[in-house]
């Protein structure tokens, strides 16, 4: 008998291994903007949200993604977020989070995320990653932070998960909650999957970014880094 996904509520759940990446694709071509996050609780990394029981299991998931900590610190190598109040876009299952904690000895976070499973794993994030201060499920184009708040801000394969529209209200406010010289660092995912449905370029990415406000300050492979 399979584990019921006690988030989205739409009875038995199945593995993203027996479910088609046809049906994927067309379940998420169908699905408005504003369900967006019943389409993650769905399909999404469901199994680990649902077997996640402690910071041990996350510590031992980490350990096993060498080649995104690679990503991550040839990034972050000369980058220095250090007494900076950070806000990290989409934690999901906290590996960035649990990155940036390591490698900033000085660092406070707050990150937030769309997918309602991740409730699930929130308090083994924090417990295991002391400089996290704040994790809340929300609306990435409806964000609720007070104007010129952080310091810095990362979105780190978190675009392609949302429509063009919602990446352009996001950008907007993250503009309007970062303090005067503050920065962005930004990702945007190139592999084609069904949930990557925001494919855009780093040309574009910077052409928007631009248009609203920012300053391309670095580019490192692929890493677009913005200061307002």
Known sequence: MKN????????????????????KKESINLTKDEHLNDWYAT??????????????????????????????????????LDGNLHLDYGFSTGKTLYWLSNRFTNITIDSFDFNQNCNNIIKYIKNLNPKVRDL????SSKLKYPKETYDSITAID???????????????????????????????????????????????????????GFKLNREHDELLTFIK
């Open 136 to 139: 809340t499920i929300q609306d």
């Open 43 to 80: 399909y999404y990394d469901g199994q680990f949200f649902i077997d996640c029981d402690s910071e041990d299991y996350l510590t031992n998931f980490y350990s096993k993604r060498s080649k995104y900590k690679q990503r991550f610190d040839k990034w972050f190598k000369g980058l220095n």
């Open 158 to 212: 978190f675009y392609e998960h949302t429509p063009y529209k919602i990446m352009v209200e996001s950008l907007k406010i993250s503009y309007k909650i970062l303090k005067n010289g503050g920065t962005i660092h930004i990702y945007v995912g190139k592999t084609v999957n069904p949930e990557h449905i925001n494919l855009i370029s780093d040309v574009k990415t910077i052409e928007l970014c631009e248009s609203l």
């Open 4 to 23: 019921q996904n006690k988030y989205y509520g739409k009875g038995v759940y199945t593995q993203n291994s027996e479910i088609s990446e046809k049906t």
